[in-house]
């Protein structure tokens, strides 16, 4: 509860102070969460999160200290220099590249709870604020982190790494619709959590950490295909949910005469593209002659099959709604 209110305080406070305190109340709620008798190395994750949110916090008051005092003749050059400490700071909070080094460690020492609260609802505070100082410094920010995901997911094969870096690549285009259009963030922002909960439903249920468990334990072919089907849809790949709030970005991006930027994000995602196809089709190859598509759905299973349906199929339906209005 106090996590959702540390959250709120910081996106509907008009004081700075305000704004930091809510991100503390956040920090402060989550800590708790991540402690986890079952698992070994929750201690040193909780601990590696913590260094890191406090220094990106100290960092964030520094600016807005700072921010407030007058510097006359040098007031225009220090304001810059400090709304872009301003700036570095949430990114570091929210794990966006280049400040991304805690972001695929810490994932890997969470349970998949934890893991979709940090790669969602803990970038919900930090994204918001950005748009109060919204630069073209980020334009650098969005292509270094696009490159660095693709680059940095293609060795992977921790699943829980294999989404930080996927989630850092998300964030670059999130940010890209923060700087022209609000509500298309939030239209991206839903998007992603719901592929992100299809998918971390089907890891949670089953105990998935690594690929190759993916083979040994789900054991049903219909859910193999449900998690194929919304990785490519976490890529981006069309006619897949995942496609449509990239396709809406770039139609903003284009409107607004940034050709370069754009040209360079497509092709830089095509690098994490590559990392999800590569899995998929492992996953593809991997299925058993053995193996036929039964449809003896269980009752625990139901909510899984619906919600992925209705997931994969909303990218036509939307479509459809665009085309008529």
Do not use: C
Not at 35 to 48: A, D, G, I, P, Q
């Amino acid at each position: 509860m106090t996590l959702m209110i540390g959250s709120l305080i910081s996106i509907s406070s008009y004081s700075w102070m305000s704004m930091w305190m809510g991100l503390e109340i956040n920090l402060l709620s989550i800590i708790p969460l991540m402690n986890n008798k079952f698992n070994l190395f929750s201690s040193e994750t909780s601990v590696k999160y913590f260094i890191v949110q406090a220094l990106a916090s100290t960092t964030l008051m520094f600016s807005i200290i700072m921010l407030n005092m007058n510097f006359s003749p040098w007031e225009m050059i220090m304001d810059k220099n400090f709304i872009m400490i301003f700036n570095s700071s949430l990114l570091m909070k929210m794990g966006a590249a280049p400040l991304h080094f805690w972001f695929p460690e810490v994932m890997e020492g969470l349970n998949w709870i934890n893991s979709f609260i940090i790669l969602t609802w803990q970038k919900i505070a930090p994204m918001i604020l950005i748009i109060i100082n919204s630069t073209l410094f980020f334009s650098i920010i969005i292509i270094m982190g696009m490159m660095i995901s693709g680059l940095m997911g293609m060795n992977q094969t921790s699943i829980r790494k294999i989404l930080a870096y996927s989630s850092i690549n998300h964030i670059s285009w999130m940010i890209s619709t923060l700087i022209f259009f609000k509500t298309l963030w939030l239209i991206y922002f839903t998007v992603y959590t719901i592929i992100s909960l299809n998918l971390i439903i089907i890891f949670n249920k089953f105990k998935i950490f690594y690929f190759k468990q993916i083979m040994n334990f789900i054991n049903n072919p219909m859910i193999k295909l449900f998690f194929m089907l919304n990785f490519l849809s976490l890529g981006g790949l069309p006619p897949f949910l995942g496609f449509f709030p990239k396709w809406l970005t770039i139609q903003f991006l284009i409107l607004n005469n940034y050709l370069i930027v754009t040209f360079m994000m497509i092709i830089l995602t095509l690098l994490t593209l590559f990392f999800y196809l590569r899995f998929t089709f492992s996953a593809l190859i991997m299925f058993t002659p053995s193996q036929k598509f039964k449809f003896n759905i269980k009752f625990n299973l139901f909510s899984i099959f619906l919600f992925n349906l209705i997931t994969i199929s909303s990218l036509i339906l939307i479509t459809l709604l665009v085309n008529l209005t």
